[in-house]
């Protein structure tokens, strides 16, 4: 790991809050590569991506819930115990957090420990020893500076959490598509790839937000992640260029 990017190492990582890596505006995340394969426009000038609002998503706070423990008990709320209650807690902090409902908290904790004991793969242990929330950022051949932050990834293996109302695989592969989910997983594969080296799978891990809150795994074949990088390049240059020509003279 390299503290400073200023030091201009091809790839490092960063253990650091979401806030400091969406304030990095110096490289480029998937999402504004995704954005721009949708619209063709490239950005005038970098801008920061909005944190999550105080209504937070089911799926930011079983992300926080799982991925990052200390997170939840540092920003969420709830009157059943799960994080810490108002009485414990300067009123200025209480209302600073984001207020959670007892079923919310239901769902959140049936949805974690659905994850956590999948009959078939091991994700729990996968969730507990595998990095979590790191930051990767790195520069390739061309000069592009870019950045990622996958969910979980071990030494052959990165786990992508989503939070879905159907995880049958006809009915995500709709979210996927609509999301550019793909895209993103092969920006996260080149980022381990960079860091960690070897040839990483790259799985989904959907959990439905309804009882029996129902887990699947999607895994992306080699194959199409290979394609998917393609694609990404040819993104990333045309990116390039169009930021070039926005900022010449």
């Given amino acids: 790991m390299h503290p400073d990017p200023s030091s201009g190492p091809a790839c490092f990582s960063r253990r650091e809050p979401l806030a400091a890596y969406l304030e990095q505006l110096d490289y480029v995340s998937s999402s504004v590569l995704r954005r721009f394969a949708r619209t063709g426009v490239a950005p005038a000038a970098p801008s920061p991506v909005p944190p999550v609002p105080k209504e937070a998503t089911l799926g930011d706070a079983l992300h926080a819930l799982l991925l990052e423990p200390e997170r939840f008990e540092d920003e969420f709320l709830s009157a059943d115990g799960s994080a810490p209650r108002a009485s414990c807690l300067p009123e200025d902090e209480v209302m600073n957090r984001t207020w959670l409902s007892d079923a919310t908290c ?108 129902t887990v699947w795994v999607h895994e992306l074949p080699a194959e199409e992640i290979e394609r998917l990088r393609g694609e990404l390049d040819d993104i990333k240059r045309r990116f390039r260029a169009g930021t070039a020509a926005i900022c010449s003279p």
Avoid: N
């Fill in 106 to 213: 239901k769902a959140l904790r049936g949805m974690r420990d659905a994850v956590l004991r999948h009959p078939l793969l091991p994700l729990g242990r996968w969730f507990d020893s595998g990095e979590k929330e790191l930051s990767i950022y790195w520069t390739d051949d061309g000069g592009g500076r870019w950045k990622g932050r996958p969910d979980c990834f071990c030494e052959d293996v990165i786990l992508e959490l989503k939070t879905t109302a159907d995880a049958r695989a006809s009915r995500f592969a709709k979210s996927r598509q609509r999301f550019g989910y793909d895209l993103q997983a092969a920006h996260y594969v080149d980022a381990v790839r960079r860091l960690a080296g070897g040839y990483p799978r790259f799985l989904y891990v959907a959990v439905e937000s309804t009882r029996p809150h």
